[in-house]
């Protein structure tokens, strides 16, 4: 790179930087960049697991320090999904326990109504919040869960008890980490026998030093190949809790005197709007993806430049990054983590502003966006992994850790296969809008064409409707049978639909960086987003005549034009990341 080119380079990352955080990377995600890639948060070698989980409760506090009043934090779409963008690269198990004493415990007091509670303890992180839901025997069906809280009129208050070892809540953050903790327990409300459905009930469970409160029992799990975290069993054995426990809200009203009243008649709609935290749950596991993803990436990318190999001329030594066979997987990553990362800006700003009946599709829409980014995430820090080799492995340089924490985000707030079955589901009842196909002969349009590659992804979307409708009207034998031949279509149309979407986001911002390199650059990344679709669907495609067998024969070649001007700019393009110098010279790898 020449002198000349410094400077069009930096102002490149700059303005590419800028759409990437929404205007905000030097004031809703500034602090939490300086935090984190401050000296308490390096990476510490050599730490036994419950060392590394001590660990994460100690900054979880030094967070807290900087947290100004934890309710606004929860009700912040943006701030809450920052911290959670750059909490994940120093600490994966501190992440996860924000985002639970954030997110979903305070989260869930917020979205209810206040009933003189005195919270101190938790604001102070004195009492760690934490978040129970799920059963060993109930997963995906939570809403059958089988915990109860029994209202007792002489108190008045509730009696919260596990009937049997299959309702044990399964998985949270428990253990004597920490120190003292309460939750917000789901149970179902039973008045007079009668059973209203799942509630929350804010219940403390163990003392300053850990030691679980009388009628609770915390057993600790084996360990898990995911971020370090204290997950537990928890049984409850008559714990009594006062009427003030009950998070109530227009979903269900009881009175000291046992009346009970709800906006909702269906006990399945109460049991969603009493866990509506897990949707804001999915926008932070999706943050928190982004997060390593990006840092994983930077780190590959500025390997790639450093760490030299042999060419192919006798004696000449070039940096990895000039083998096509070495950049082609990172610039195809670089390009799926710039459409996975403007896609959650998109939907964060959606669910945002959502009201009323919005809320439905919006709701749908971050499941599925939760979970294509988390397996992109994956694929996209496997690849970075391998492209460092042996260094990949190694913990202090910021991948191999948080590729493991990609595992829990995949399964946390609903399993991704189980959210994109149901979302493909939804859509084939009308739960999607689809695009018109476009008029215009496919022979009389550039392959690369922007618009031309958006209409082929609505093309794409459209295949994978049409032939999952035609699966749901086939006779079938049950309505398993028919739900069986159906959704392998219904998962492709939902994962067509968040695909198209995100390209769509890639070619938005295309549209609001300054003309010049910036644009030209998110162009070429839409382009080879876009065009790697258009190839794993050719056949389809062709079938229906929405490419000529022309265009086909020169898929590899476009590809291959697109990588060729991309390539001289990768550093440009991920610098825009804004990883911290500070955090980056931390990484044994890049130190050197």
């Known amino acids: 790179m020449t002198d000349s080119q410094i400077p069009d380079s930096a102002c490149a990352s700059a303005a590419l930087a800028d759409v990437l955080f929404a205007g905000q990377l030097g004031t809703t995600h500034d602090r939490w960049r300086r935090l984190f890639s401050s000296a308490p948060f390096r990476f510490q070698e050599g730490l036994t697991h419950r060392e590394r989980i001590d660990l994460s409760y100690d900054r979880l506090r030094l967070v807290n320090e900087t947290v100004e009043a934890p309710q606004v934090l929860a009700n912040d779409p943006d701030e ?45 992180a004195d009492r760690i919040g934490t978040f129970l839901c799920t059963e060993v025997a109930r997963g995906n069906d939570a809403v059958h869960m089988e915990t109860t809280a029994t209202f007792d009129r002489a108190a008045p208050g509730f009696v919260l008890n596990t009937p049997h070892a299959g309702a044990q809540k399964f998985m949270p953050n428990t253990g004597p980490a920490g120190g003292a903790k309460g939750a917000v327990v789901a149970a179902r409300l039973i008045v007079d026998g009668t059973d209203h459905g799942v509630f929350l009930f804010l219940t403390p469970l163990s003392d300053n030093e850990g030691s679980p409160l009388p009628g609770v029992e915390v057993r600790p799990l084996p360990q898990t190949a995911s971020s370090p975290v204290d997950h537990c069993a928890t049984t409850f054995h008559d714990v009594r809790l006062p009427f003030s426990a009950l998070l109530q809200s227009d979903h269900g009203h009881l009175t000291p005197d046992g009346e009970f009243t709800s906006a909702l008649g269906s006990p399945r709609r109460r049991f969603l709007q009493s866990i509506g935290r897990v949707t804001m749950g999915k926008l932070c596991m999706t943050a928190h993806s982004l997060g390593v993803m990006r840092h994983a990436l930077d780190v ?22 000039a083998h096509r066979g070495h950049h082609t997987p990172l610039l195809d990553a670089t390009a799926t983590t710039y459409a996975a990362t403007l896609l ?40 970075c992994r391998e492209r460092c080799g042996a260094q990949g492995l190694i913990q202090a340089n910021g991948i191999a850790l948080q590729l493991a924490s990609i595992e829990g985000t995949i399964t946390a707030e609903g399993d991704n296969q189980v959210i ?27 392959l690369t064409d922007p618009q031309h ?76 987003f876009a065009l790697r679709q ?32 991309l390539e001289p700019h990768a550093l440009t393009l991920t610098r825009a990341f804004a990883i911290p110098e500070a955090l980056l010279e931390t990484h044994p790898m890049l130190s050197a």
């Not at 009842?429 to 496919?442: F, R």
């Not at 049978?481 to 070619?507: C, G, I, K, M, Y």
């Open 300 to 321: 590959a990318m500025r390997y790639a430049h450093t760490r030299v190999t042999s060419g192919m001329t006798n004696g000449q030594r070039v940096p990895l990054i």
């Open 344 to 383: 959650q800006r998109s939907v964060v700003r959606q669910w945002d502003r959502a009201t009323g009946e919005e809320r439905e599709a919006y709701e749908r829409l971050t499941a599925i966006s939760k979970a294509w980014i988390t397996w992109r995430a994956r694929a996209v820090m496997t690849e």
């Open 420 to 446: 994109m079955q149901k979302a493909g589901g939804e859509m084939l009842l009308g739960g999607v809008d689809l695009k018109p196909e476009s008029e215009t002969a496919p022979a009389h349009r550039e």
């Open 453 to 528: 590659l958006q209409d082929l992804l609505a093309d794409i979307e459209r295949i994978s409707h049409t032939r999952a409708k035609a699966r749901l009207r086939q006779r079938a034998a049950s309505p398993l049978a028919r739900w069986n031949a159906t959704v392998t279509p219904a998962v492709a149309l939902a994962d067509a639909h968040v695909h198209r979407l995100a390209a769509e986001s890639l070619l938005t911002a295309a549209h609001q960086v300054p003309s010049g390199l910036p644009a030209e650059l998110l162009r070429g990344l839409h382009a080879l």
């Open 80 to 124: 809450l999904t920052a911290v959670h963008e750059w909490a994940g690269a120093v600490d994966p198990g501190m992440a996860t326990i924000v985002a639970i004493h954030y997110n979903l415990f305070f989260g869930s007091l917020v979205d209810h109504e206040p009933a003189g509670r005195d919270l101190g303890e938790y604001v102070r």
């Open 534 to 565: 258009v190839a794993a669907h050719s056949g389809d495609l062709l079938a229906r005549g929405r490419v000529t067998a022309d265009q086909v024969e020169h898929l590899p070649d476009a590809v291959d034009a697109v990588l060729g001007f």
